[in-house]
């Protein structure tokens, strides 16, 4: 059947590839000028499925109220008269409680397994490039009692098939020699073997030429999706802007969106509810200056909540959220908190001084569980909410919207919607 699928991010390119691979008609519609511009530009870059944890979790209250008011700050809470981010964050606050937060852990932890599986086939199959490295990914503690934390969720996550270990401070500088130069000293890190990390944007524009070339997908850029037509239980079109403000209706069996943080504000007007809440995150990407001394494994700095990606010869440093709508302004001291704490780690190798700051939206919901599936209408689907792991969960989530569409049930336990 004939599907469109409404955004051109990682999630919505990966969605038109399985669906067009099960063999039906794609059309892409996009806002952009291109695919991967908006969240997916210039993320952290990790495929980083032992980070399963949601955001919402027991501790995340109190370290929240410790952080208020501090520009550099890894979660600021910017409050505005703004009625959906009171109600977001309400429901964050109910999901920080501990059966939940297990819950939410394990259904992550499922969708992101599976979804890496789904992207080194899809590697493979189509012989993408996009600086990917598959070393893992070291998460360093410097702090005692917060890395006595992280080995207590460890031992309860590893019986669900999460394959990590911890290290020492010997460990550490032998999977990543270029922590040598650290001026923060270690008291650990666990290191999940399995993970990677690449270039989600590069990754995107690759995964575009292949679903037009060989797969025959169209995309149309410059073309914000304005409104639905239909009427009952189905959609029968969507209302297409073009430069000169004039709308025209395209047609389709079903549709697919995946408009990040837009999402909500667009299916409202039909009477879905999602709360679905922009994030703000930033990142900086710097040039390599010395291969010999600059990291190559993926790293996360948990205590700063920051992650570290070698993209070539680049470095990118990425972190902090921010709830603030859909302001996309640069914060220089939340940038500059950033690039101080990626320097006392490597002092030597990067320019840091040319580095270039970038800010994007993560489409948050409250749980971290992404909305993805059928929704009260039969033929409008949703592939949405995947906060900060939307990289990492982009071909699981796609392979399985793709059954979904298709009319069969996914070979994964996960919360779909139905």
Known sequence: MKVIVIGAGVIGTTSAWFLAREGHEVEVVDADKGSGLVTSFANGGQISVSQAEPWANPGAPLKIIKWLGREDAPLMFRMRADSRQWSWAFR????????????????????????????????????????????????????????????????????????????????????????????????????????????????????????????????????????????????????????????????????????????????????????????????????????AIAPTVCLTDENGKIAMSRLGDKLRMAGTAELNGFDLSINDARCTGILDRVRRFFPEGIDYDESRPWAGLRPTTPSNIPYIGRTKYSNLFLNAGHGTLGWTLSCGSSAALADIVSGRRPDLDFPFLS
């Open 92 to 291: 964050f606050l109910i999901e920080c409680l501990p059966s939940r937060t297990l819950r939410n852990t394990l259904a992550i932890l499922k969708l992101g397994i599976y979804s890496r599986e789904r992207l080194q086939h899809l590697r493979r199959e189509e012989q993408l490039n996009y600086h990917q490295i598959e070393k893992g990914i070291l998460q360093l503690h410097t702090d005692e009692q917060e890395f006595e934390k992280a080995n207590l969720r460890l031992a309860e996550l590893l019986s669900y098939g999460l394959d990590m270990s911890v290290c020492d401070a010997a460990k550490i500088i032998e999977i990543e020699p270029a922590l040598r130069q650290s001026t923060i000293p270690f008291v650990g890190a666990t290191y999940a073997a399995d993970d990677e990390s690449g270039d989600a944007h590069l990754f995107t524009r690759e995964l575009e030429q292949v679903a037009r070339s060989k797969l025959g997908v169209n995309f149309h850029f410059d073309s914000p999706v304005v409104g639905f037509l239909g009427s009952g239980e189905r959609i029968s079109g969507i209302r297409v802007a073009d430069d000169f403000g004039k709308t025209h209706v395209k047609s389709a069996d079903a549709y697919v969106v995946a408009t990040g943080s837009s999402t909500s504000g667009l299916m409202a007007p039909l009477g879905i509810s999602l709360p679905i809440f922009p994030v703000k995150g930033y990142s900086l990407t710097a040039p390599i200056l010395d291969e």
